[in-house]
Every structure is written in structure tokens, then in C-alpha cells.
């Protein structure tokens, strides 16, 4: 049986962010991605720092895995990485969950292609905004929204832009304009991923949060849009595991 | 041409609550409710404290309102109470927002049908726990879910359930049990609505919103569920009209 990276599995807890937010749920955290985000808050999938916390799973291990902490407690998995979307076996595992009758969640940045898009009750696809010094590839980006349009998935697909700046915001509207049919969330990126004074960060957040709420309401071109702070953040601040 | 009587219209800002948290938004707040929840956050629309206040107003009024203040910066307008669903005639405002291409979202207790339920594009029905003193009628309630069913409105729907203390805690779980066709959201009681230190308030808020998460994480019973704390009051406290 084929292998996944696994670098987290927990749970339940809530999904802090974007179109499922604060809906119960178990997280599985796969391992590699091929961006390198300037503000990832998750760079130990990738950087080399949790190497070793890394463990090649099977669909079963990691379902097994899931019961055992979660037991009956959850009928929903989001899984996220790194980039969930480098692994082609991916499908294996979606398709146990499903078959348990646990709901899929997913997030990628929109980098890649996978057969298995189709399955995934809720799909978020995060494309990176100037601010993480990574280039968007539109003709691909283009082609899985349109790939999941033609077989009638959109209606379980969102958009979400995280926000750190001006040229962000652009980007952002940009996004929008191009997909009109997709929903739009907006998030405000936390500036301070390793930060440890949770009152301090809850503050900065919640200010830009507004922040971001005040040019949202003022733009015209920016009506059908979502606008969201990561809850988890203000309620665990850069804690991982929850 | 029918009056309907508006104690407040503003926006556009965000929805704080529920099934569109986040959504930017115009606010339409009506005055009167059948019910006076112990700890209701808009006792104006009812108590008369505002009396003076409330504008008997057309559709037509309210339209050219909404654009005064909101220019072309909306396509989404949330109807709040009170209970909107007192007001037979509101189908008059409704359809002139539709046919402006504005999506309409409403919030009420589930005490009352109304025929235009039918045409909101997110309906929230929020029945209220024991510790408002109030009563729920679940005749009522199951008759406004199955009609919603029959008309194959469920998608457009879902519940909302404030929680301050476990038997509300109970009777959440009771709704989920009584309609699981329907997407249960639970949220964070705000003990406070007259308190005007925010950061007290959000510190408050957020713990609370910390120990529903705990409670809904352990519990077996409940799973198909959204937990989520009133955004506008992390951001705003308690302040009217943003
Ligand atoms: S795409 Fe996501 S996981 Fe990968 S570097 Fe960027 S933020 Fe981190
Ligand atoms: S139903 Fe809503 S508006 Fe009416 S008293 Fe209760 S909380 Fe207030």
C-alpha cells in the first residue's frame, strides 16, 4: 500500500479559517510543499526543522490514527500541509474517509492538479499574494478552476487570499475579477507567526483585522466577498496542535 | 404602499454571525419582536427605549437608502430585528432587492412563518435557549423546517444557537437532534452587551468561545456542527451600527 508524509494528525478541534470556519473537525498535516511562503506558519513542513517528526503512512495507519484520537467524535477531516496537492496517492486515503463517511476538507495554493480534487466536499485553493515572494501560475491556476467548474464542482471550492499589504489587496481584486465564480475569502495575515504573547497578537490581529474590513467596505469593486481573521489564532495564538 | 418600521440602516460592513460570518453587508434592522430575551443585544427594537426612532418606510424608501449610504458598495443586504418575521409585508422590500440583483439575508427566532421565507438567500433561524426565559414552540419550529424542506429550501438555510450555560448547552444539541438536515452554527453567548471596555470584552469573549470549543470537541453527540464567537463584537464591542 502506498505512503503519505505525515507530519500531524489531531483533533477534533475547530477549523479556524476560510469557508468551513469554526466547524468541527480532525486536521491531518502532510509534509513537503513547493512554495516557500516568506511568512509560512507552517515552514516546519517544509524547511527541514521537523524532519524527523515526519512518518510515511498508509490510508488505514492514518485512519487508524484518526479513530484513536478522535474516536467518535468527528465526521469531518481537513487535510493540509505543506501542499496536500504534490501527492498523487492522495486518493487513497479520501477515499477510506468517504467510505467512513467523514467529510473531506482540503486546502492547496492552486499550484497543481489532482484527479482528486473532485471528491473534496470543501476545497480551499489559496493562492499567494506578492508579500510571500512566490509567483503565481495563472495558466495553471486557470486550468483547475476551470477543470472543476466543467464537472460541476465549484459549488465546493472557495478562494482564499490571505492579506498583508496593499499590493495583496490588488492581487486579492485581481483574484476576483478573474473568477468571479468562485467565492472570495479574505484573510488578514498574521504578521507575528512566532510570536508568544497571545494578548498582544490577539490585539494586532483584531486591529488589522479591521483594518482590512474598512478598505474592504470602501471598494466597489470588492462586493462579493467574505472577510475573515484566523480564529484559531486569536484563541491559541502560534500554538501548534490545536 | 405598504410602511414597514426600520429603526436602523447601515453598512456596508461584515456579517459577524453565522452561516455568511464575514460576508460584507448592508444592515436593514426592524423594530418589533413577539419575544424580550433576557439578555437580548437589540432590546431597543422592542422596549421602546428607541421608540422615537423608528421610521415607518416603503421599499422604496429603504432601497434609496441603502444606496445613499452604500453607494455601489454592496450586493448583499442583511433584514435583522427584532423579528423581521412579524412583518407580513416585507416580501415588498424583498422582491425590490432581487430585482436589483442584491442577495437577501434575514435572521429570526422561528416563532412565526412567513411565505417570502422562500425567496431569503440565507435564512437564519435562531431559536432561543432556556436562559432567555423564553419558550420555544416546537410545533412551530418543526412546521417552518418542513415547509423550508418541502419547497427544497434547506440549502438556504441554516440554525443558530446561543449558548450561555450547559442547559442551553442541552438544548443546542436537542435542535440538532430534532433537525439534522439542517446546518447546526453554535455561538458564544455575549454576557456583557453593555459593557464598553473592548478589550475586556474580547479577552472575555474569547475565553468563553475557548471553553464552548472544549465542551462541542469532546462531545460524541455533536459533530455536524459550526462553533464560531460574534465577529463585530471582537472588533467593535458593543457599539451600534457598525
Ligand atoms: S504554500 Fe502554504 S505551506 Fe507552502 S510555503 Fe506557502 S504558506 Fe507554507
Ligand atoms: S428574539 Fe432576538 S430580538 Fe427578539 S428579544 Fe430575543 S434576542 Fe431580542
Redesign the pocket.
Known amino acids: 500500500m502506498s505512503k503519505i508524509p505525515v507530519l500531524e494528525i489531531f483533533g477534533p478541534t475547530i477549523q479556524g479559517e476560510g469557508m468551513v470556519v469554526g466547524k468541527k473537525t480532525m486536521f491531518v498535516r502532510t509534509a513537503g510543499?513547493?512554495?516557500?511562503?516568506s511568512?509560512?506558519?507552517?515552514?516546519f513542513?517544509?524547511d527541514g526543522s521537523a524532519k524527523d517528526e515526519i512518518v510515511q503512512m498508509t490510508a488505514d495507519d492514518v485512519w487508524k490514527r484518526l479513530q484513536e484520537i478522535g474516536g467518535r467524535r468527528f465526521n469531518h477531516v481537513t487535510i493540509s500541509?505543506?501542499?496536500p496537492a504534490l501527492l498523487k496517492n492522495l486518493n487513497g486515503l479520501i477515499n477510506l474517509l468517504k467510505q467512513n463517511e467523514i467529510e473531506v476538507a482540503l486546502e492547496t495554493?492552486g499550484s497543481r492538479w489532482q484527479d482528486w480534487f473532485v471528491q473534496i466536499d470543501d476545497l480551499t485553493i489559496?493562492p499567494?499574494p506578492p508579500s510571500?515572494n512566490?509567483k503565481t501560475d495563472f495558466d495553471k491556476l486557470d486550468d483547475i478552476i476551470h477543470q472543476l467548474s466543467e464537472r460541476n464542482r465549484l459549488k465546493y471550492v472557495s478562494l482564499k487570499v490571505v492579506i498583508f499589504d496593499e499590493a495583496d489587496y490588488q492581487y486579492a481584486k485581481g483574484i476576483g475579477e478573474r473568477y468571479p465564480q468562485v467565492p472570495l475569502y479574505l484573510q488578514v495575515g498574521n504578521h507575528d507567526v512566532h510570536g508568544e504573547d497571545i494578548e498582544n497578537l490577539t490585539s494586532n490581529l483584531l486591529d488589522q483585522y479591521e483594518q482590512l474590513i474598512d478598505r474592504v467596505v470602501q471598494d466597489e469593486q470588492l462586493n462579493d466577498v467574505r472577510v475573515l481573521p484566523q480564529l484559531h489564532t486569536l484563541v491559541w495564538g502560534n500554538k501548534r496542535g490545536v
Chains 1, 2 share one sequence.
Open positions: 510543499c513547493d512554495y516557500s511562503c511568512w509560512c506558519d507552517s515552514a513542513t517544509w500541509g505543506g501542499n495554493q489559496s499567494k510571500s512566490m
